[in-house]
């Protein structure tokens, strides 16, 4: 799936070049809150988007405990 906003827009989901710190954002379906209203989110990653990003981090070996992905050791 290829990204269709923010700074790594227009790679794809198995980039090597995308971080694994901006792939744990997406798949922890992060948002940018609202400037003026700190109770409102103005923009969340979308679901597609969303779980993409879940299935690319566990296949980077991650694994998803709670609210956190853990790299898994070898």
């Known amino acids: 799936m ?14 090597p070049a995308i971080p694994d710190s901006y792939m744990k954002w997406l798949a922890a379906r992060g948002r940018y809150d609202s400037k003026t209203n700190r109770f409102e989110t103005a923009w969340k ?6 779980m993409a990003a879940r299935q690319e981090i566990e296949r980077r070996g991650y694994t ?7 790299k898994e050791e070898k």
């Open 2 to 15: 290829k990204l269709t906003f923010g700074t790594f827009e227009g790679h794809d989901l198995s980039d």
């Open 45 to 50: 990653v979308p679901v597609d988007v969303w």
């Open 64 to 70: 998803h405990i709670g609210e956190r992905f853990v």
